[in-house]
């Protein structure tokens, strides 16, 4: 079995890909947060196109634009599924980082379509893999788009968590790594960030919502990996703050947000999760998102596929098990007859050429023996010809 630190200069040297959801109603900070996570704007606000210069996010608003935006107001737009691709280098491991977004969800009155097509996106991926896994010859290009986690944006309303906020965790959970944030959270005093942190958890455990937790096991585990876990773990929901702006103070450029009352510090730990979600997105916990990804959601996921099919469970299947046996033999004794029959086209492809160059060979040796004949001629003639 290959060493960490192997396996971790192999990731240097090749890179490796990661693929985050990000699910949250227009105004949760979804956006910032993800221009904040890159360090560049990957996403464009809903309100760039209503600038009067889309390309300057401090020009003012159009008032045209505006005036057109608010008379479709009440015009509900269905949700979007947009995969963005970026690369980042985090501690020297190159990643290759997709961020899908969603927006539209939670705009409309009814989400239930909303739930279907980030739960069919989600299936979609699985299904890709469990498609290229069954190929007898394998593409080595396969590009596996598995979202390795749902990043949950929850509104800072203080209160408790919405209906809609149970129902699309509790969907989604057995299918992704899900992680709760809270959104906006310097919108909130201290006091009530922790009591809105701590409603939201016990609304996740009352509801026996699987999210990720930062799981560890306590007997195999060291005591710096248990103590880090156990850290994050206790900051459920993440309280995120996001910012694409830099602020200088005391003569440092940091990312923050000014207020009247002060300002908020995107990666100062007092002040925001920020930093330690993304530590653990892109660097400590990149490699467990992935794990169990893999080996336990997919797994679980190919499992019900599969035995849904063979069982005869799925409405879409109404083949018998044996016949389902039958046919996936009958489909790889095909495979195979169409593999040996290229092979059989190349060798004699390969043969008719050898026998081609054999006669070309045969050809040259018969000229080259008429020439010495003519040559022997001409020498004998030349020859009777001298004087002795």
């Known amino acids: ?13 090749k890179g490796v890909q990661l693929t985050l959801m990000v699910v949250g109603a227009s105004g949760t900070g979804r956006t910032t947060f993800v221009n904040t996570l890159v360090e560049s704007v990957l996403l464009e606000h809903r309100t760039a196109n209503l600038l009067v210069d889309p390309t300057n996010p401090r020009s003012g608003l159009d008032a045209n634009l505006v005036q057109q935006a608010a008379s479709q107001a009440n015009v509900e737009e269905p949700i979007r599924i947009k995969p963005v691709n970026v690369e980042l280098e985090e501690d020297g491991v190159r990643i290759a980082l997709t961020i899908v977004d969603t927006p539209g969800f939670g705009d409309g009155i ?48 203080g209160h408790a968590l919405r209906e809609m906020d149970i129902e699309l965790m509790r969907r989604l959970s057995p299918r992704v790594n899900v992680i709760p944030v809270i959104g906006k959270a310097d919108s909130l005093t201290p006091t009530e960030l922790r009591a809105f942190k701590k409603r939201i ?7 026996n919502i ?31 703050v996001g910012s694409e702006e830099e602020i200088m103070i005391d003569g440092e450029s940091i990312r923050g947000r000014r207020y009247p009352w002060g300002i908020v510090e995107v990666d100062n730990p007092d002040h925001s999760d920020f930093s330690r979600l993304r530590g653990a997105l892109l660097v400590s916990h990149l490699t467990d998102l992935k ?71 045969l050809a040259k040796e018969d000229s080259l023996k008429i020439l010495e004949a003519r040559l022997g001629e001409l020498l004998s003639n030349d020859l009777k010809h001298l004087p002795w």
């Open 110 to 157: 009814d989400n239930e379509y909303a739930f279907q097509e980030i739960s069919s996106y989600i299936e979609r991926q699985n299904d890709d893999i469990l498609a290229e896994e069954s190929r007898i010859k394998r593409n080595p290009r396969f590009r596996d788009n598995r979202v390795h986690a749902l990043l949950y944006f929850i509104p800072p309303t």
């Open 210 to 240: 699987p999210v990720y937790n930062f799981p560890y096991d306590a007997e195999e585990d060291d005591e710096e990996t248990i103590a880090d876990n156990s850290s994050l773990r206790a900051l459920l929901p993440f309280a995120i």
């Open 291 to 361: 794990e169990i990804t893999h080996d336990f959601l997919y797994e679980n996921y190919r499992t019900e596929k599969l035995s849904r099919s063979v069982g005869g469970n799925d409405p879409d299947s109404s083949i018998l098990p044996e016949d389902m046996a039958n046919q996936s033999v009958r489909l790889k004794e095909e495979q195979l007859r169409r593999e040996e029959e290229k092979l059989r086209e190349v060798e004699l492809k390969v043969q008719r050429e050898i026998q081609l160059k054999r006669q070309e060979l």
């Open 201 to 207: 958890m016990e609304d996740i455990e009352y509801y």
């Open 1 to 13: 079995m290959a060493s960490r630190a192997s396996r971790g200069r192999k990731q240097a040297k």
